[in-house]
């Protein structure tokens, strides 16, 4: 049975505090989805699709991208090794090294809805959305830092996927290819984008329940990659 | 007397390239062993499969009994240590922060990180940032973080190779030390002073085969000369067969006080080597 320590985990997740203070570059990364959040702010619009999207903004900068960056920089340094030559389990160090971004994604989330001036419909519903959201771009992140060998490839292989996962719903406006809109309507993004317009509209769960499933088992889908590429880390 | 590491035929290839060839050998509990051979030989592969850091193509292996897909269990690499070429630190944290990650990740008191310290000289540094130290001294908070569990076996793959002489010759101390606590270790290396000062059994490795493998004294007395060197007063120098014939020589010359010095003609394991493979480690 696989071990889960709360100490360990602790422990990633300190070593990582420490490290991102004294990390200018993950530290203006978090940074510029706040800085675009205060400028569509200051644009006035009460449109929710055009206020949700720093939000989105926010989920791929400081979700996916600083986790891969992170993740990246363990492999590029062997520090990974490390971890995974320590008694800490796959699970212990999965969840540490996602703790951080995560709790970092969420205070930029929560500050870019202040800034954005977005009025959240239905709280716990929109909750459930971002946790969900959260969940699956940090793990996209964790499987793009363990495929990159250095952080300066994070952004070469990470780009494409992120601009196809977290933007995806703009290619809706760029193609008249059925299969392609409709592929698109199965992306996170456009299930995010669902589920909000849905809650801006009728503020029940009952609109968004396909949603909230297929967003599911993204997140599921996600997780299991992310373990099997750990998983092929292990061993050379 | 109790193995800790078992290894039956033990094969290894890159593709086309071998690594190892069917090497077979046991590490007793509580001894030092050194693996020697020049890079490429398959000193780190080994380490590398008995860690679970890589799979072996053929053979078996065990570590503390254990089968090699076992190795992969937290409790597994809660009993050994490891250092390698590519450990990696840190660079923004300081020395004590890099320690300390471990000593949480073992469940060990902090203090440990400072008695580690100690033994790797590194004592009055440990708030200093990883990334302002020399490589010899990362090279010795890699080392720490090995040994700060006290594990009850310890790889270590070149482990004084950035060091000056004061620097090996501290950790040489404290290797032993850990060893006398009940340490196995298994260490590879290029210098020949270090196996021979650190290690109870030696084995030379030569394009992925074991060549050798025994006590250095063993190894010295097997490929020594059948002859010593006597150095006469006047720095005259003769070469006397060890027989009794030449014990009777050695006998005049010192009744006549002429003898000034004499030399067993024991080669080192490096010209063991050297005999044995054709080639400098």
Same mark, same amino acid.
């Not at chain 1, 203006?28 to 800085?35: D, K, V, W």
């Not at chain 1, 809805?113 to 969900?132: D, M, T």
């Not at chain 2, 053929?58 to 450990?87: C, H, Q, W």
């Given at each position: 049975?696989?071990?889960?320590?709360?100490?360990? @985990?602790?422990?990633?997740?300190?070593?990582?505090? *420490?490290? !991102?203070?004294?990390?200018?570059?993950?530290?203006?990364? =978090?940074?510029?989805?706040?800085?675009?959040?205060?400028?569509?702010?200051?644009?006035?619009?009460?449109?929710?699709?055009?206020?949700?999207?720093?939000?989105?903004?926010?989920?791929?900068?400081?979700?996916?991208?600083?986790?891969?960056?992170? @993740?990246?920089?363990? *492999?590029?340094? &062997?520090?990974?090794?490390?971890?995974? =030559?320590?008694?800490?389990?796959?699970?212990?160090?999965?969840?540490?090294?996602?703790? !951080? /971004?995560?709790?970092? /994604?969420?205070?930029?989330?929560?500050?870019?809805?202040? =800034?954005?001036?977005? *009025?959240?419909?239905?709280?716990?519903?929109?909750?459930?959305?971002?946790? !969900?959201?959260?969940?699956?771009?940090?793990?996209?992140?964790?499987?793009?830092?363990?495929?990159?060998? /250095?952080?300066?490839? /994070?952004?070469? @292989?990470?780009?494409?996927? =992120?601009?196809?996962?977290?933007?995806?719903?703009?290619? *809706?406006?760029?193609?008249? &290819?059925?299969?392609?809109?409709?592929?698109?309507?199965? !992306?996170?993004?456009?299930?995010?984008?669902?589920?909000?317009?849905?809650?801006?509209?009728?503020?029940?769960?009952?609109?968004?329940?396909? &949603?909230?499933?297929?967003?599911?088992?993204?997140?599921?889908?996600?997780?299991?990659?992310?373990?099997?590429?750990?998983?092929?880390?292990?061993?050379? | 007397?109790?193995?800790?590491?078992?290894?039956?035929?033990?094969?290894?290839?890159?593709? #086309?390239?071998?690594?190892?060839?069917?090497?077979?050998?046991?590490?007793?509990?509580?001894?030092?062993?050194?693996?020697?051979?020049?890079?490429?030989?398959?000193?780190?592969?080994?380490?590398?499969?008995?860690?679970?850091?890589?799979?072996?193509?053929?053979?078996?292996?065990?570590?503390?009994?254990?089968?090699?897909?076992?190795?992969?269990?937290?409790?597994?690499? $809660?009993?050994?240590?490891?250092?390698?070429?590519?450990?990696?630190?840190?660079?923004?944290?300081? %020395?004590?922060?890099?320690?300390?990650?471990?000593?949480?990740?073992?469940? %060990?008191?902090?203090?440990?990180?400072?008695?580690?310290?100690?033994?790797?000289?590194?004592?009055?540094?440990?708030?200093?940032?990883?990334?302002?130290?020399?490589?010899?001294?990362?090279? $010795?908070?890699?080392?720490?973080?090995?040994?700060?569990?006290?594990?009850?076996?310890?790889?270590?793959?070149?482990?004084?190779? +950035?060091?000056?002489?004061?620097?090996?010759?501290?950790?040489?101390?404290?290797?032993?030390?850990?060893?006398?606590?009940?340490?196995?270790?298994?260490?590879?290396?290029?210098?020949?002073?270090?196996?021979?000062?650190?290690?109870?059994?030696?084995?030379?490795?030569? #394009?992925?085969?074991?060549?050798?493998?025994?006590?250095?004294?063993?190894?010295?007395?097997?490929?020594?000369?059948?002859?010593?060197?006597?150095?006469?007063?006047?720095?005259?120098?003769?070469?006397?067969?060890?027989?009794?014939?030449?014990?009777?020589? %050695?006998?005049?010359?010192?009744?006549?006080?002429?003898? +000034?010095?004499?030399?067993?003609?024991?080669?080192?394991?490096?010209?063991?080597?050297?005999?044995?493979?054709? $080639?400098?480690?």
């Amino acid at each position: 049975m696989m071990q889960f320590s709360i100490r360990r @985990v602790n422990a990633i997740f300190r070593k990582d505090w *420490k490290d !991102l203070m004294k990390n200018s570059y993950i530290i203006f990364t =978090l940074a510029f989805p706040l800085i675009f959040a205060a400028w569509i702010g200051r644009m006035g619009s009460e449109d929710p699709a055009f206020q949700t999207f720093p939000i989105h903004f926010a989920l791929v900068i400081a979700g996916a991208f600083v986790q891969a960056a992170m @993740v990246a920089e363990e *492999k590029e340094k &062997n520090t990974l090794r490390g971890l995974m =030559l320590s008694p800490a389990s796959t699970a212990e160090i999965l969840v540490g090294k996602s703790a !951080l /971004t995560a709790v970092s /994604t969420l205070v930029v989330v929560i500050g870019s809805i202040l =800034l954005a001036e977005y *009025k959240v419909p239905s709280p716990p519903l929109f909750i459930l959305s971002i946790l !969900l959201g959260l969940v699956l771009f940090v793990t996209i992140g964790t499987i793009l830092g363990l495929l990159s060998r /250095t952080v300066m490839e /994070t952004t070469i @292989v990470g780009m494409p996927v =992120l601009v196809i996962f977290g933007m995806g719903s703009m290619f *809706k406006a760029m193609t008249d &290819n059925e299969m392609i809109i409709k592929a698109v309507d199965y !992306l996170p993004s456009e299930q995010l984008n669902m589920i909000w317009m849905e809650l801006d509209r009728e503020m029940n769960i009952s609109g968004t329940i396909d &949603n909230i499933l297929i967003l599911l088992a993204w997140v599921v889908v996600s997780f299991v990659i992310a373990v099997f590429v750990y998983g092929k880390r292990r061993f050379d | 007397m109790e193995h800790v590491i078992e290894v039956r035929e033990l094969a290894k290839s890159f593709g #086309n390239k071998v690594a190892l060839k069917s090497i077979s050998f046991d590490v007793k509990k509580g001894e030092t062993i050194g693996f020697l051979g020049p890079s490429g030989s398959g000193k780190t592969t080994t380490i590398k499969i008995l860690t679970a850091q890589l799979h072996p193509t053929a053979g078996e292996a065990s570590v503390f009994g254990e089968p090699l897909e076992k190795l992969k269990d937290p409790s597994y690499m $809660r009993r050994i240590g490891i250092l390698t070429d590519n450990s990696g630190l840190y660079e923004r944290l300081t %020395i004590f922060d890099n320690l300390a990650l471990y000593c949480d990740l073992y469940g %060990i008191s902090k203090k440990s990180s400072d008695e580690v310290l100690e033994v790797v000289n590194l004592q009055h540094d440990k708030n200093t940032p990883v990334q302002k130290l020399s490589k010899g001294m990362k090279q $010795r908070v890699t080392l720490a973080r090995a040994i700060v569990h006290k594990p009850d076996l310890l790889f270590l793959d070149e482990p004084t190779s +950035a060091l000056d002489p004061v620097n090996t010759k501290h950790i040489h101390e404290g290797l032993k030390q850990l060893n006398r606590e009940g340490t196995t270790i298994f260490l590879t290396t290029h210098d020949m002073h270090e196996a021979e000062e650190m290690c109870d059994r030696v084995a030379f490795l030569h #394009n992925g085969e074991i060549k050798l493998f025994d006590t250095p004294q063993k190894l010295r007395t097997r490929y020594g000369s059948s002859s010593v060197t006597v150095t006469l007063k006047g720095d005259q120098v003769v070469t006397v067969p060890k027989d009794e014939q030449g014990a009777e020589e %050695i006998y005049r010359y010192m009744k006549d006080g002429q003898l +000034a010095a004499i030399h067993s003609n024991e080669p080192t394991l490096g010209d063991i080597f050297v005999q044995l493979t054709g $080639r400098n480690l």
